[in-house]
C-alpha cells in the first residue's frame, strides 16, 4: 500500500517566521489532504490539493504528483498555528493513508 | 468544523463495559467513516460506509462493531474493550462520489476513550 512519509517530525518556531512542511508518498494517488490538529483534537481541512498550488491567506500548498511529494508552507507564523500538521494521500474515494504528521510549536 | 458532531467528547470504561460512539453529520454527505488515533501512531481507518453500505473493514476486531443506519449517522458499537483500545476515535464525512474534491474528508471533534 501507499506509504506517506512527513518531515520534520518537530519544528519550533519563533512568532513570525516561515516554514516548509514535507509530504512523500510512494505511490500515484488520486486525492491529498493536509489538516492541522489543534491541541483539543480537532481535525481541520486545510488544502485539498491531489496536484497544483493553493493558497488560503498565510497558508499555501503545493503537490507536485509526478514527484510523488506535497509541501505546506506556513508564512509569518502565529501561536494559534501551533498544533500537529499531518497530510493524508489515497488512491481512490475512500481510503486515505495519514502521515505520522510534524508537530509544530510557535512561541510568542 | 461544526458540520460533523460526535458524542460523547470523553468515556472512560472497564473492560467488561458495553458502550457506543455516535457520529452525526450535517453536511449532506453520504460517505461516513471511523478512525482511531493512539498515541505516537498515524490514524487509522477503521469502518467506511457510503450510502449506509459497509466499503472498507481495515480488519478491526470484533469487538468493534459499526453501525450506520442513514448517510447522517454512524455509531460504533463496544464491547469487551482492551486498555489498548485507549485512543482517540474520530469521524469523517465525505461526498460519497468520487471525483475531486468531493472525496475531502471532514472531521468531527473526536471522542477520547479510556479503557481501565
Known amino acids: 500500500g501507499i506509504q506517506v512519509e512527513q518531515s520534520p517530525p518537530d519544528l519550533i518556531l519563533q512568532e513570525g517566521a516561515n516554514s516548509t512542511l514535507r509530504c512523500n508518498f510512494s505511490d500515484s494517488v488520486n486525492n491529498l489532504q493536509w489538516f492541522h490538529q489543534n491541541p483539543w483534537g480537532q481535525l481541520i481541512n486545510l488544502f485539498y490539493i491531489p496536484s497544483g498550488t493553493k493558497q488560503n491567506g498565510r497558508l499555501s500548498a503545493t503537490t507536485v504528483a509526478t514527484e510523488r511529494y506535497s509541501l505546506l508552507y506556513i508564512s509569518s507564523s502565529q501561536t494559534t498555528d501551533s498544533g500537529v500538521y499531518f497530510c493524508?494521500?489515497?488512491?481512490?474515494?475512500?481510503?486515505?493513508?495519514f502521515g505520522t504528521g510534524t508537530r509544530l510549536k510557535v512561541l510568542a | 468544523e461544526t458540520g460533523v458532531t460526535q458524542t460523547p467528547r470523553h468515556l472512560v470504561m472497564g473492560m467488561t463495559n458495553k458502550k457506543s460512539l455516535k457520529c452525526e453529520q450535517h453536511?449532506?454527505?453520504?460517505?461516513m467513516y471511523w478512525y482511531k488515533q493512539s498515541a505516537k501512531k498515524p490514524l487509522e481507518l477503521m469502518f467506511v460506509y457510503n450510502f449506509k453500505e459497509q466499503t472498507e473493514n481495515n480488519s478491526v476486531p470484533s469487538r468493534f462493531s459499526p453501525e450506520c443506519p442513514n448517510s447522517s449517522h454512524l455509531f460504533l458499537h463496544l464491547h469487551t474493550l482492551q486498555p489498548e483500545d485507549s485512543a482517540l476515535y474520530l469521524c469523517a464525512s465525505s461526498h460519497g462520489t468520487s471525483g475531486g474534491a468531493r472525496d475531502t474528508q471532514y472531521f468531527g471533534p473526536g471522542t477520547r476513550l479510556t479503557v481501565l
Open positions: 453536511l449532506g454527505h453520504n460517505a
Open positions: 493524508a494521500a489515497g488512491p481512490g474515494t475512500y481510503k486515505y493513508i
